[in-house]
């Protein structure tokens, strides 16, 4: 059974650049198929996706984060990452780390990992 | 990218069945079968429910179902029970070849 578990600071101060990664169990990354996603949710709001990535390295972004978001894959390491700079309040929530299979929808996700923007 | 369009909220008495729509464009919804719908209870990571418009994961409830008529997806709850009560969103695969979730609706048992 594929586990994902986000890591990563749960405070950032504002301008700055927020990392997190997420670790991959039970499965390799480099299977064929899916995409290894990043999303977030907002206090009290719904979902946003943010983007994905497949093993190879061909990476997808949500339009409204293109220029801030990077996501990045270490299959030696069976991880995935996420890098969003110039982080403001309203990037303050919770964040998943998802499998998603074949870049349609997401059937593993993370427990989810709280980050506020904050000085 | 516009978020597809949910109610925001939606209730039903226990044995009832009720039905949430999501409503999105051609370029979305309307032009794929990548509809999907997840459940999501307080605290918890969300859990999908429907994928690929009408299938059903393995260990999901058979009273969940969906279906698709034009840009609007649906996912119809039969037979309420309490466990049932939780937030809903669904999701779409788009023609820039990213994904768009709904706003999500807050199902309530009576």
């Known amino acids: 059974q594929v586990q994902l578990q986000e890591s990563g600071p749960g405070l950032v101060t504002p301008s700055q650049t927020l990392s997190l990664t997420c670790n991959v169990s039970?499965?390799?990354?480099?299977?064929?198929?899916?995409?290894w996603s990043w999303i977030r949710q907002h206090p009290e709001k719904g979902l946003e996706w943010m983007g994905y990535?497949?093993?190879?390295?061909?990476?997808y972004y949500n339009p409204s984060l293109k220029s801030r978001l990077t996501v990045s894959v270490d299959t030696s390491e069976n991880l995935f990452s996420l890098k969003l700079t110039s982080v403001t309040a309203a990037d303050t929530g919770v964040y998943y780390c998802?499998?998603?299979?074949?870049?349609?929808?997401?059937?593993?996700w993370g427990q989810g990992t709280l980050v506020t923007v904050s000085s | 990218q516009s978020a597809l369009t949910q109610p925001a909220s939606v209730s039903g008495s226990p044995g009832q069945s009720i039905t949430i729509s999501c409503t999105g464009t051609?370029?979305?919804?309307?032009?794929?079968?990548?509809v999907s719908w997840y459940q999501q209870h307080p605290g918890e990571a969300p859990k999908v429910m429907i994928y690929?418009?009408?299938n059903r994961p393995s260990g999901v409830s058979s009273r969940f179902s969906g279906s698709k008529s034009g840009n609007t997806a649906s996912l119809t709850i039969s037979g309420l029970q309490a466990e049932d009560e939780a937030d809903y969103y669904c999701?779409?695969?788009?023609?820039?070849?990213?994904?768009?979730f709904g706003g999500g609706t807050r199902v309530t048992v009576l």
């Open positions: 998802a499998r998603s299979y074949g870049g349609y929808y997401f059937d593993h």
């Open positions: 039970g499965g390799s990354i480099s299977s064929g198929g899916y995409y």
């Open positions: 990535i497949y093993y190879s390295g061909s990476v």
């Open positions: 051609s370029s979305d919804v309307g032009g794929y079968n990548y």
């Open positions: 690929d418009v009408t």
């Open positions: 999701s779409s695969y788009t023609s820039d070849s990213s994904l768009v």
